[in-house]
């Protein structure tokens, strides 16, 4: 049983197609706006798409353009939407609310508590049943509302930064249940955090500007990253131009000496990618072969880690605090950032 979905949203400048096999986690990254919600929103039935079709196995989830109007309500869907914040409904206990949606689709009260138990016991909160959700942590009622929406066993699961609103300590441990309870089930999540990419997808997609601009398997789009949104994830410096004999011409006119892939044919789009501990600065040009050198205006300095990282506009360099001090540098100056061409990756867009 497979999911697939093309849609279009024309007031949103949406349009977006995926599809994902039966047991396959897929995170879906992007800036804030890119439309990122807006896609499980419309998955789940809370947004009607102007035109497009999606189908969740045997069930047309919507139909829609050219005399088609099929628009499945959420409830019949197959789907459970898991938002940034529980929801749970405040007035019942905890065995209430995930014994909610095992009773609206029409299991008897012991049935569905059984079921509440059971997936109670799945996310380490039986404890917590006879609580109301006021009673509880950030961590504990997002436990909670994974249990809820598992409670319905859905076909699709969906989840909408489920880790944003937890502190340092509970997004960790909820982190690992999701791996946990995500294992052989179908499930879309959008985050922020590399991690969860890293911890809990089968493939990545990246959307910008209501478009999908790149995916692939996730190590994969983290180790090659063909979009700016995907290399500064990965903490990557990346360029976009076109292919040559010797490296990649960048939109701006730079060229750039790297290890060309031999699958990046001349004249053909390309992106060139380094780490920001490749970069040296030097206030002057410096010239040698081969290497890489060009004039960039600090934009910022920040700390990372043991080291400064110095940025310029989209590109990063990180050297150590002694190197900064004796250049020098702050925000406003022109110096030049200088990279090997063994270090620079070139490959295809």
Do not use: C
């Amino acid at each position: 049983m497979t999911f697939e979905l093309n849609a279009t949203l024309n007031a949103r400048n949406f349009d977006v197609s995926l599809s994902l096999g039966p047991t396959e986690t897929v995170a879906v990254l992007g800036p804030n706006g890119a439309g990122k919600s807006t896609l499980l929103s419309i998955i789940a039935g809370l947004l009607r798409p102007d035109t497009g079709h999606a189908k969740l196995g045997d069930t047309t989830l919507f139909s829609l353009g050219e005399g088609q109007t099929h628009f499945a309500p959420p409830h019949s869907r197959g789907t459970a939407l898991l938002a940034q914040e529980p929801l749970l409904f405040p007035h019942m206990s905890v065995l209430e609310n995930v014994a909610f949606g095992p009773r609206a689709s029409g299991a008897t009260r012991t049935q569905a508590h059984q079921s509440a138990r059971r997936w109670l016991t799945e996310v380490d909160a039986l404890a917590f049943a006879d609580r109301r959700p006021g009673q509880l942590s950030g961590g504990q009622a997002q436990r909670v509302a994974v249990a809820r929406a598992l409670a319905t066993n859905p076909e699709l699961l969906l989840l909408d930064e489920p880790m944003a609103a937890l502190d340092i300590h509970a997004a960790p441990l909820l982190r690992r249940l999701l791996k946990r309870v995500l294992a052989d089930r179908r499930a879309i999540i959008i985050t922020h955090d590399v991690l969860d990419a890293l911890m809990l997808a089968d493939r990545v997609m990246v959307v910008e500007g209501g478009r999908i601009t790149e995916e692939g398997p996730t190590r994969d789009v983290l180790e090659r990253p063909r979009s700016r949104f995907a290399a500064g994830l990965a903490g990557l410096n990346l360029l976009i131009g076109t292919n040559t004999e010797h490296g990649l011409t960048t939109d701006e006119g730079l060229d750039i000496a790297g290890h060309r892939d031999d699958a990046a044919l001349p004249g053909q789009a390309g992106v060139a990618v380094f780490p920001p501990s490749a970069v040296s600065i030097f206030l002057t040009a410096e010239h040698g072969s081969p290497r890489n050198s060009f004039q960039v205006t600090i934009t910022d300095l920040e700390p990372h880690g043991d080291l400064i990282r110095i940025r310029a506009g989209g590109l990063s360099a990180d050297i150590t605090p002694a190197a900064s001090a004796d250049l020098g540098l702050t925000p406003g100056i022109a110096v030049y950032f200088v990279i090997k061409a063994a270090a620079i990756s070139i490959y295809p867009a």
